[in-house]
């Protein structure tokens, strides 16, 4: 599990905390977020926190993968869905068929790590070609030499995020080329724990995961440099090089978005102003890259504005989120609807 989801020891968190609302007495509300496993523990540190300064509201904090959250949230069962992707054009679709609307908020910066076993000293860096290969549907890549005729000729097992996940959506669109498209006989899992355990305990396996778990389990498993094709060789996955935006096609943004009509309660509206005040630190605190001080103001006065709708169609890949929110085009190597 990730460092700060183990905090608190649940697949929930729920509490309660004060508001001094500046003159104008407690603030009383509850406040119900669910969705991505990923982007779980920066918002359960952000709730954490703000709860500690505040009273009378409730917070509930679910992990249902970025697709069950979504799906929630289109049902108008939550405030706020958790997302390690855009929202998705069919997403879109049924939250406004329900009468709703969303804003949606750019909140840190993420990268996917291509792990192996410490054992498999034959593989240091991996172009995205051959990444494809391996992953594409219908693959015919099933021993490390298959791979690269310099590679030994043995097995070659599969690990990685459930096909409801916003990062199985990220990687298929980064890699293959087309978002929750793969081949089949991989093992997936939702825990990130599946994953290491699985590569750690056989020296063929691969698997992709987020960089902040990989921080934790880095003297279980070795992460592979990734060639992104566009000259600037093999690049580790490291915080410095998601920040700097070397790390492609791999690194990521994270995101919450906020139902309209439940922006203006109250409640919310502290819970995500404060969150965005305090992004940067508590982002870092999180393990994962922060958004710069001018990109996360941008999303504040997103967030200000009400400014409803998505900057993205499907998972854009090598964006460029302060462009965006500039009304900037996006410089993407790859987009999914």
Known sequence: ?????????????????????????????????????????ITALAAERFMADTSD?????????????????????????????????????KVRAAGLDFIELPIAYDGLVVAVNPEATWVDCLTVDELKRMWEPGSKVNSWKD?????????????????????????????????????ADFTASEDDNVLVTGVAGDPGALAFF?????????????????????????????????????????????FVYVRKDRATDPAVGAFVRYYLAHARTIVRDAQYVPLSDE?????????????????????TVGVKIADLLRGMPADTTRSAR
């Open 1 to 41: 599990m990730r460092p700060v989801r183990a905090a608190f020891g649940s697949r929930w968190m729920l509490a309660a905390a004060v508001l001094a609302g500046c003159g104008r007495g407690p603030v009383e509300g509850l406040i119900k977020i669910d969705g991505s496993s990923t982007v779980f523990p």
């Open 57 to 93: 509201i409730r917070i509930a904090v679910g992990i249902s993968g970025t697709g069950g959250g979504m799906a929630k949230f289109g049902r108008g069962e939550i405030d706020i869905s958790n997302a390690s992707r855009p929202i998705k054009d069919k997403e879109v679709d």
């Open 147 to 183: 791979v690269r005729a310099d590679f030994p000729d043995r097995p070659l097992r599969l690990y990685g995020a459930g096909t409801d996940s916003g990062t199985y959506d990220y990687f298929t669109a980064a890699i293959v080329g087309e978002e929750g498209t793969s081949r």
């Open 210 to 254: 987020g960089l902040a778990y990989y921080e934790e389990s880095a003297d279980k498993v070795k992460a592979v440099r990734i060639d992104g094709g566009k000259g600037g060789g093999c690049v580790a996955p490291t915080f410095e090089s998601v920040e700097t935006g070397q790390y492609q096609p791999l690194a990521r943004p994270e």
């Open 295 to 315: 990109t996360y103001g941008l999303v504040r006065a997103r967030f200000d504005a009400q400014t409803t709708g998505s900057l993205f169609h499907g998972s």
